[in-house]
């Protein structure tokens, strides 16, 4: 019994370290600073990284601009679901957003292009987790965010909705399909 | 007049109103678990979709009440018992201020009621987090400042306790590290509580109608102030215990009191920056801000931990082998006492907290990796491994401890007692393991249906998604099974346990203490001596095997790191 008593040294900060705890430490402070620094490591040689450009908006303002995104480029509807299919030219910013319980609209984008892609919610926090990729994002309302995609894949990909937003919320799903060009 | 026992199997000394307060507090703790845990069968059996037991309103506020259930009120009623064990029972105080303490304690359950009641009535499946602008019933968040306001007083009541422990000198030289240990926690618990009254109480006002906007975003920072540093109070909470286990059991002391407490210190340094682990993927937050933040400024929490790890079971291996056990690498291991289920709870405990929980952690927490995890499975996954095994097992396995000592009663049923740490750590380590798969293939937490049953749009998930799931749920059943037989113990040892007679028990002597009655008969305990001095002989490795086992650790860890900066890589270039 000793951890539940005071230390037997009075002074105990003065007793020296065993070397096991110094050598474990010091190991462990290396590996953690490895983990530290791979972060701005991937920042400049990786390819997945956030970006942090976001504007405040509103859903009135937002709703506006996915629906002028929509009326330019819409080139089809989908049967299945009703929703406009959206072909918008390839380095443009394109537009997606989130509501009770839809992702707004269905994107075709080209293979190897780079998108600008805006991402907001018009009601509740949303989740956007494109699958099968699984890159997943946090959509909140009232802000807008920014990101660069460029889908290096071709085929059909699901965007499913992994915050909870009400009963509907596993109904929420999006698409965005992509075409080797 | 005469306020403390002596237990005569333990030798504590407990102060009367301190040893109710504690009976009473985990008592409350242990029936929010058989709450959460009648529940946790709904929400695997949901997820599980062969079974796909309740239909979507309901899964979510089970689920809701299941996650408020086991990590609020279970967690932080038994926390409070624990602090009032460290501070009353350990420093052989009286408790200060019982009568505020009582206070504390009748606001935490009328919280915790009120909130379980507005969770009932169907209005407030908001989820454990109530990210806003989804709203609950007034007196959903009501019931939280309610809840949050007795812990706090608790807290109070821990410190007083230490001041008054300081005065009336009741222990020579500085506080035990148990004791600093609790004092970490308390220390984070007060901040926590801070950011929650900062988060909770205009959501309340906006819930009634005098606030009428609430930002999305700020609510899920400050929100997460509270969410995170929360699960660092039961970190630290949970390594005291380990400590206190290990000194109990094996007579271990700290290997050095420098380290530890110096690893403690890290714990309120940098653990309040962690917040950003859970918003790394939100709009418009800056990536310095994040690196800086979510790593702990540079990890230095994550190495807290890594220290703890070494420093723990080290403590005990050193105990070991000077009674004996020296043979190979391991003997102390292999001959320590595996059907108590004191030490097989800690054990495992530790070893799936540091081994699954820590890593998993740190590696979803890592700015970039979120990407592919955020959101997922993988994150209940995770810190069911801290806070459902972690900490969860860690207050199972000290419950074993005081039912004789606290409640003078023997254990009931104790075969079961002594598989219950294997087949709960079993149960959720298959059910961890395999939703971890399960997020890594995209599965989504919080979700009622991988069939997506309604929708305008049809997505199917690979068969091994599905069949991960469903063995998670296997897992999670016999989890699941496991609190069962904890609760049947602890149930069954209060109401038909053998009462102990004066000088029987399952830890008769562990401290080489003298018997007494257990009678309030002391008016005052004799004062905590230092421990015994011992010979400090840094010449070699002291504890070889703990460093080999600590060496494996980092290899799994450097292992799945990099395999998770692998995958990242080959999804989707975004920036
Ligand atoms: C006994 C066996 C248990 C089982 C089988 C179980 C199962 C689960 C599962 C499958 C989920 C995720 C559901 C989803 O996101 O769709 C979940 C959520 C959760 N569990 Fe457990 N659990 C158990 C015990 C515990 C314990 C002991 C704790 C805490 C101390 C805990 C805390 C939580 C929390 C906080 C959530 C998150 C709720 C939310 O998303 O808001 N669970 N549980
Ligand atoms: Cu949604
Ligand atoms: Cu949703």
Excluded at chain 2, 286 to 293: G, L, P, R, T, V
Aim: hydrophobic share 50%; aromatic share 14%.
């Amino acid at each position: 019994m000793s951890s539940f008593q005071p230390p037997a040294d009075r002074i105990w900060w003065q007793v020296p370290v065993g070397k096991q705890e110094i050598i474990w430490a010091g190991i462990a402070l290396v590996w953690c600073l490895i983990m530290f620094f791979m972060m701005p490591y991937w920042h400049v040689y990786g390819k997945q990284n956030l970006s942090t450009e976001a504007y405040q908006t509103n859903a009135e303002k937002y709703g506006a601009a996915v629906e002028a995104f929509v009326e330019e480029y819409q080139t089809g509807v989908d049967e299945q679901s009703g929703m406009p299919i959206v072909t918008p030219p390839a380095g443009s910013d394109i537009y997606m957003l989130g509501r009770l319980w839809q992702w707004y609209p269905i994107l075709n984008l080209e293979k190897g292009k780079s998108y600008r892609l805006h991402l907001s919610s018009l009601d509740w926090q949303h989740g956007f987790s494109l699958q099968p990729v699984n890159i997943n994002l946090q959509v909140v309302p009232g802000y807008e965010m920014v990101i660069n995609v460029a889908p290096d894949q071709a085929g059909e990909f699901t965007v499913i909705c992994n915050e909870f937003c009400g009963i509907g919320h596993h109904t929420m799903l999006g698409k965005i399909h992509v075409k080797e060009n | 007049m005469a306020q403390f026992r002596v237990c005569p199997d333990s030798g504590f000394y407990f102060d009367r109103s301190a040893e109710s307060l504690m009976k009473v507090n985990a008592v409350a703790g242990v029936v929010s678990l058989l709450i959460a845990g009648i529940l946790a069968l709904g929400v695997i059996l949901t997820r599980w979709q062969d079974v796909h037991l309740l239909p979507a309103d309901l899964f979510y506020q089970v689920l809701t009440a299941h996650g408020i259930n086991a990590l609020i009120f279970w967690v932080i009623f038994f926390e409070i018992a624990v602090l009032y064990f460290a501070s009353s029972t350990l420093l052989r105080s009286r408790l200060a201020a019982p009568g505020w303490a009582w206070a504390g304690f009748a606001l935490m359950v009328i919280g915790a009621v009120m909130n379980n009641v507005a969770v009932m009535q169907g209005n407030s499946s908001v989820m454990m987090t109530s990210y806003v602008p989804m709203q609950a019933a007034p007196h959903f968040y009501l019931g939280l400042i309610l809840f949050a306001v007795g812990a706090l007083i608790g807290c109070f009541v821990f410190l007083g306790t230490l001041v008054l422990a300081k005065d009336d000198k009741t222990y020579d030289g500085s506080l035990p590290l148990v004791v600093f240990g609790a004092l970490t926690a308390t220390i984070i618990a007060i901040f926590t509580i801070a950011s929650g009254a900062i988060i909770l109480v205009p959501t309340f006002l906006w819930s009634v109608g005098y606030i009428n906007h609430i930002d999305a975003e700020m609510y899920r920072i400050i929100w997460w102030a509270l969410g995170h540093s929360s699960q660092q109070i039961n970190v630290a909470a949970h390594v005291s215990i380990w400590y206190l286990i290990t000194g109990i059991l094996f007579g271990a002391r700290p290997m050095s009191e420098k380290v530890s407490r110096f690893a403690f210190l890290l714990y309120i340094f940098f653990l309040q920056l962690a917040s950003a682990h859970h918003i790394l993927v939100d709009p418009g937050v800056s990536s310095e801000w994040k690196i800086f933040n979510t790593s702990y400024a540079m990890y230095l929490a994550v190495l807290a931990s890594m220290i703890h790890g070494l420093t723990v079971p080290g403590a005990m291996e050193v105990a070991q082998r000077s009674k004996g056990y020296t043979k190979g690498l391991f003997e102390w291991l292999r001959k320590a006492p595996w059907g108590n289920p004191v030490f097989s709870g800690f054990f495992f405990a530790l070893v799936i907290f540091g081994f699954i929980g820590g890593i998993t952690g740190v590696v979803m927490g890592t700015e970039q990796i979120n990407l592919i995890i955020h959101n997922t499975i993988y994150v209940p996954a995770h810190f069911h491994a801290t806070v459902a095994v972690g900490t969860t097992l860690t207050f199972m396995a000290l419950t074993y401890l005081l039912i004789p000592v606290l409640f003078r009663r023997a254990l009931f049923m104790p075969w079961m007692a002594k598989l219950q740490p294997y087949v709960f750590s079993l149960g959720m380590t298959i059910m961890i393991l395999f939703l971890l798969g399960a997020g890594t293939l995209g599965v989504s937490r919080r979700h009622w249906d991988m069939d997506f049953t309604g929708a305008m749009l049809s997505f199917d998930y690979p068969g091994t998604a599905y069949m991960m799931v469903a063995v998670g749920g296997i897992g999670g059943v016999l989890g699941v099974v496991g609190g069962a037989m904890f609760l049947i113990v602890t149930v069954g040892s209060l109401l038909f346990g053998k009462k102990l007679e004066p000088s029987a028990g399952l830890f008769q002597g562990f401290c080489g203490l003298p018997l007494a009655d257990s009678v309030y008969n002391v008016e005052q305990p004799p004062r905590l001596e230092r421990a015994e001095p011992v010979e400090h002989h840094h010449d070699g490795f002291e504890a070889p095997g703990t460093f080999v086992l600590a060496l494996a650790l980092l290899v799994c860890f450097v292992v799945y790191y990099a395999i998770n900066w692998d995958y990242l890589s080959s999804v989707w270039p975004i920036g």
